[in-house]
DNA sequence: AGCACTTGGTCGATGTCATCGGTCATGGTG
DNA sequence: CACCATGACCGATGACATCGACCAAGTGCT
């Protein structure tokens, strides 16, 4: 289905989702319009989702980051689900199994708007806050092999 | 610093990365030269940190994904850290503040599969998995204003 | 076995796009 | 006020994507 050569191509996108087709032709040893072909179908199957961009939030202003574990009061998991979907500073978030309900990142430019976007959720549910210090591993592919 | 254009460029980027400078052009209201040297800008100040791809692991067979928090054992830290970073299915993790020291996500094709990576870390670290349900809040930007 | 069909590739022509040098308007500064 | 730096535009040129025609290899059917 995936084979060698798509999975060349993937990785060589991981890395650099602007190269030419051109250039992916010369990476993977086909021409430019079977890289196009390929790409076209990877899409297609819903192998690649989406070419998108790593922005850095510092340069926005956001110097913190925290990792949010959310567990909803009684009979407010719509309503908890919904805020955070809202509060764009929330960029990432999961709805899992076990106690917390949902895991999720949020930026923030201080520690006065943390406060103050928890205390909003704070309401409708019990946070708990974990201040990211580092990130040892950066969004990688898991093994496609 | 950032501005009003910048921000149409990076959002427009964010949906999809391979747009043509020609294409960015006319969204912005710029002429593609002008586009390109505004994103070579960006890069330069680091702002745009790279361009990449999404793609979907259940295409290669990744059906399950968790959330792992994980406590190192006394004396043990330096060694978890190394141990995550080499297990290539955890695809992102964050070294936070609290009781967990890092916070993990991890993609695994089976129970099975799951199982067998945790004990690898379990000799060094206690665990705490939480399997994902749902992802209410798919990756995005946090305000640029 | 042989033939037709499907799949995935190349090649070459054409039109689109990126890039580079030159130019100009604007705003801040000595 | 004059100067310089910045950030934009335009037009020419070379690089690139795209399209159609063609080809080779594997598959299944008679």
Redesign the pocket.
């Known amino acids: 289905m995936t084979d060698d ?1 798509d999975q060349v191509l993937i990785t060589a996108l991981m890395d650099d989702s602007r190269l ?4 992916l ?1 010369q990476i993977s ?6 890289v ?3 790409l076209r ?1 990877l899409e297609e199957r819903g192998v690649l989702k989406g070419y998108t961009v790593e922005i850095d939030p510092k340069c926005f202003g956001y110097q913190l980051q925290a990792i949010v574990r959310i567990r909803p009061l009684p009979g407010q998991l719509q309503e908890v689900e919904r805020q955070i979907q809202a509060i764009p500073e929330f960029t990432e978030c999961d709805k899992v199994t076990g106690d917390d309900c949902f895991i999720a990142r949020l930026h923030v430019r201080s520690m006065e708007q943390l406060d103050t976007l928890l205390d909003r959720l704070n309401t409708h549910a019990e946070t708990n806050t974990a201040i990211v210090k580092k990130t040892p591993v950066k969004r990688r592919l898991p093994p496609m092999a």
Do not use: D, N, V, Y
Not at 20 to 23: E, F, W
Not at 29 to 34: K, M
């Open positions: 050569i030419s087709l051109k250039a032709a040893g086909l021409s430019s319009p079977s196009a072909e390929r179908r």
